[in-house]
């Protein structure tokens, strides 16, 4: 042990004496070296208007090697791709000002704040359209100066280049709020766009949420109107649905370019698009069915891996159902049945039929539910589904009257007016009553590209036949081709074969008549009803009694009546060539309420009913689903451009996402 002892004390005595300051000469003091101004070797920062640079830099990158392979030069290096060349130089010399940071005398210069916060105020909205919160290193407070503290301006260099651009561009028009594009966009890229739309048009635009699907993803719906979250009296209100099945793309794409096109026209001076809009409160929502829709998308690029002549046969019910595997467009209450068993009752109806109690023992999907609640929310008058698998316009009754539910022509009452709108799509689109265009199976049956849906293919459940039955809303199916997922190259000829019928679908929203009911006394009498003899189906007066009636042309008696009041009837005449709504007022006067009343419960044995929805509080019960699922981290949908920024081994650049 004592010699262990004697080893170590001899090691200790011969090693060299450490540095002690106390002790001159005795070992001389580590001198680092200070930074010093180096050429700018950052490829996608050598044209600003310095050549020179210092690391580490202002966000503490020690050398030009940290700082390319951090997230932040990445984003600078792809930014122009992902904001479809918006802001672009600014963006990425802004994030050069940072990354490689002017360097004179030795010194790091800083950029300027004014020149941060114009770049922001400017292309702020570019990184909300992708959902991308706005760069952290742009910061405007943390990392760029004053000008009292000798900051200097980043886009010197664009500026100088630019001066004659600039001022030529400043004598042309605007370009257009909204560009655009023909390619699929994912559920966040979606709601960016219409987010967008909103905020490039927010004078006649207004994004608004119905509800959740079964995964948690927004059901966004963006309007159209002069006055945007308001309804103005006797403006009728129409609406489109796209992608209730998920992988029947076509819609949803369609709907999201046709809300790009509305606002961009409108802003352009299109008198038709403005005309359209100052007169009309249109609703679009692009998807019903975000949850198939992922799914279909997945099962493509999977397929695409695979055999190219298996990738439709595969694929061809992929993602059609929700997250529940359910057909919304088998999932609402099913009011044609209940329509039919009455109708050998006296006095039967055909309008506003109450949903039976027991359709709530079933299992409703959160994205029915939504959508019937919305239905009912507001006057609709008009409305297309829009689905794939086929090129016709199909109309109710979708179930057949068959005892067998065999597939029958099943009309409705009525059935001219369903034809008469049906044919307004078909005759406006490009091919779809041209019978060498035609496909599917409604190919033998179809008339001039429009067809009963029960003779074509029965079944029960359907969006179209309850808005119907249920309410004041006329609404017909367009199928839009026979591939539900056509490839993305087809998506301009697709918008050019639909773009007219789609706007002129719209605009027969003010066929027919309107009008206001009111009493003696010159108040509105809501839930009055608006008959037209021959047609067994009634609609009802809105707030301040007024009511809209699609009808096709000829002459039509019009009969108005409410409970307590006395009946009016008045005789109309609509040429074929009216393209807006006839003016049919009516007063009507009080009555006594006791015979009235026995008169209405002849006619009308259940409308206590009507009013009774949801009577075991689905909606709490579904809310709460929603809330549950957006709550798994697993479930959250992630932004179509976060796989490119996450780098292996390193931390996730969760700075980029707008909502962490």
């Not at 050549?51 to 951090?70: C, S, V, W, Y």
């Not at 301006?153 to 030529?168: H, I, M, R, T, Y």
């Not at 799914?295 to 493509?300: H, M, P």
């Not at 010159?522 to 009803?529: D, P, Q, T, V």
């Amino acid at each position: 042990m004592l010699l262990i002892l004697l080893e170590l004390l001899v090691l200790v005595s011969c090693a060299p004496p450490r540095c002690d300051p106390g002790f001159r000469g005795l070992c001389k003091p580590r001198v680092e070296e200070k930074p010093k101004c180096a050429d700018i070797q950052l490829s996608y920062c050598d044209d600003m208007a310095y050549t020179q640079t210092m690391f580490p830099n202002i966000l503490g990158h020690k050398t030009r090697e940290d700082a390319e392979a951090g997230a932040e030069y990445l984003l600078i290096s792809v930014v122009e791709s992902l904001l479809g060349g918006e802001c672009n130089p600014e963006i990425r010399m802004l994030g050069c000002s940072v990354l490689a940071p002017r360097c004179e005398k030795a010194e790091v210069l800083k950029p300027c704040r004014t020149t941060c916060e114009a770049v922001r105020k400017r292309c702020s909205h570019a990184f909300d359209r992708i959902e991308m919160a706005w760069p952290y290193f742009l910061d405007c407070d943390r990392f760029f100066v004053g000008e009292e503290e000798g900051c200097y301006d980043p886009l010197e260099g664009l500026k100088e280049q630019n001066v004659e651009a600039v001022d030529s561009m400043e004598t042309l028009p605007e370009e257009p709020a909204t560009s655009m594009q023909f390619t699929y966009h994912s559920n966040a890229q979606m709601i960016s766009i219409l987010k967008r739309t909103e905020e490039q048009c927010s004078d006649i635009a207004r994004t608004y949420s119905i509800g959740r699907s079964m995964e948690g993803k927004e059901l966004l719906v963006i309007e159209f109107s002069k006055n945007p979250g308001q309804h103005e009296l006797l403006e009728p209100e129409m609406k489109y649905i796209g992608n209730i099945h998920g992988n029947e793309v076509l819609g949803r794409q369609l709907l999201i370019n046709l809300a790009q096109y509305l606002c961009s026209e409108y802003l352009l001076g299109n008198e038709r698009i403005q005309t359209l809009i100052n007169t009309t409160r249109i609703h679009i929502l692009p998807s019903m069915n975000p949850d198939g829709y992922e799914v279909a998308v997945s099962g493509v690029q999977d397929n695409e891996d695979g055999d190219e002549e298996d990738i439709r046969y595969d694929t061809s019910n992929i993602g059609r159902n929700n997250a529940q595997n359910i057909d919304l467009n088998r999932n609402f209450p099913d009011l044609t049945s209940v329509v039919y068993n009455r109708r050998r009752q006296k006095g039967y109806r055909t309008d506003h039929v109450p949903i039976p109690d027991y359709y709530w023992f079933g299992k409703v999907a959160p994205e029915t539910y939504a959508v019937m609640k919305w239905i009912r929310s507001i006057p609709f008058v008009l409305s297309a589904n829009f689905r794939g698998g086929d090129l016709v316009v199909s109309y109710p009754y979708d179930l057949s009257k068959h005892p067998l539910e065999r597939n029958m022509f099943s009309p409705a009452p009525d059935d001219q007016v369903f034809k008469f709108l049906a044919g307004i799509y078909a005759n406006s689109h490009e091919t779809m009553t041209n019978e060498n265009a035609q496909c599917g199976s409604s190919r033998t049956l179809s008339q001039r590209g429009i067809i009963n849906g029960a003779q074509w293919s029965s079944f029960a459940g359907g969006m179209q036949d309850f808005n119907y039955l249920h309410t004041n809303c006329f609404e017909v199916t367009v199928e839009l081709g026979c591939d539900k997922f056509p490839p993305e190259e087809d998506l301009f000829i697709s918008w050019h074969e639909n773009h007219e019928a789609l706007l002129t679908f719209m605009e027969a929203a003010h066929r027919g008549i309107k009008g206001i009911v009111k009493d003696e006394v010159g108040n509105g009498i809501k839930g009055a009803r608006i008959s037209i003899r021959g047609i067994q189906h009634d609609i009802t007066t809105a707030e301040n009694g007024e009511y809209w009636r699609l009808l096709h042309p000829g002459i039509h008696i019009v009969i108005a009546s409410a409970p307590g009041y006395t009946r009016a009837i008045k005789k109309v005449h609509l040429p074929p060539r009216m393209q807006t709504a006839g003016r049919v007022d009516f007063v009507l006067q009080a009555a006594p309420l006791e015979a009235d009343m026995q008169e209405e419960d002849h006619a009308i044995p259940s409308l206590g009913t009507y009013d009774r929805f949801d009577p075991y509080n689905q909606y709490e019960r579904y809310t709460q689903m929603a809330d549950l699922t957006q709550n798994h981290e697993e479930r959250a949908e992630k932004p179509w451009w976060w796989n490119y920024f996450v780098l292996p081994g390193g931390p996730a650049p969760t700075w980029l996402l707008k909502h962490y």
